[in-house]
């Protein structure tokens, strides 16, 4: 269970006192490199979502620069969520940031962020690198969100008490041999 930290506005966020979640669960390759990795997801009241992740990755791999380029080949972080429980949404980003996302009930047949908000409108990502590694920031405002899931959730969903599913991840596919093919979570 992650407990996310609830603001009045984003000018009041405090990210030392919010949680941070490990992502330093490697499965799925014996031996792969690993990094020190967490993430941090605070909830602005009628506003929504930030999520921010550091990795101390200090020289990120990042050859995609494009919306919906497959980011997870590079050094990547991931958000996936299902604010209704039933539908989960991905947000993927190197540290360019070139940004993937998607929505749907399961891993196949989803639909991609540009389906519904244009690129105009789409979530917006930054992202920084420095001697430290580089840090992800997602801002989901709910106003986006509720384009995707509709009727499944409003303003009104996220009270205190309220619980969906989610998990953060470190990915890097299609690493060179220095930087090493891995596959991080915070939670199995």
């Keep these: 269970t ?3 930290k609830t603001f009045d506005s984003i000018d009041t966020i405090d990210w ?6 490990s992502v330093n669960k490697y499965k799925w ?5 690993t990094f020190d990795c967490y993430a941090q997801l ?12 550091h990795c101390d990755d ?30 989960y949404m991905n947000f993927e980003s190197n540290c360019k940031p070139a940004i993937l996302i998607g929505f749907g009930s399961e891993r196949h047949n989803r639909i991609h962020a540009d389906q519904v908000l244009s690129m105009d409108e789409m979530f917006k990502f930054s992202s920084t690198v420095d001697n430290n590694g580089w840090t992800l920031t997602m801002e989901l405002p ?3 969100l509720i384009k995707f899931y509709k009727d499944n959730i409003s ?6 008490g309220y619980t ?24 199995e």
């Design 16 to 21: 030392d006192i919010v949680e941070k979640a």
């Design 29 to 33: 390759i014996e031996n792969c490199v």
């Design 164 to 187: 969906f599913k989610g998990n953060f991840y470190k990915t890097g596919e299609k690493l060179p041999i220095e930087n090493g093919e891995h596959y991080g979570m915070w939670n």
């Design 58 to 87: 200090t020289n990120p791999y990042a050859t995609y620069e494009n919306f919906y380029d497959p980011v997870y080949q590079d050094s990547c972080m991931e958000l996936f969520a299902a604010f209704d429980n039933k539908h």
């Design 142 to 144: 709910l106003e986006k």
């Design 155 to 160: 303003k009104d969903t996220f009270k205190k």
């Design 42 to 53: 605070v909830y602005i009241k009628d506003w929504g979502f930030i999520c921010k992740m």
């Design 2 to 4: 992650y407990n996310i």
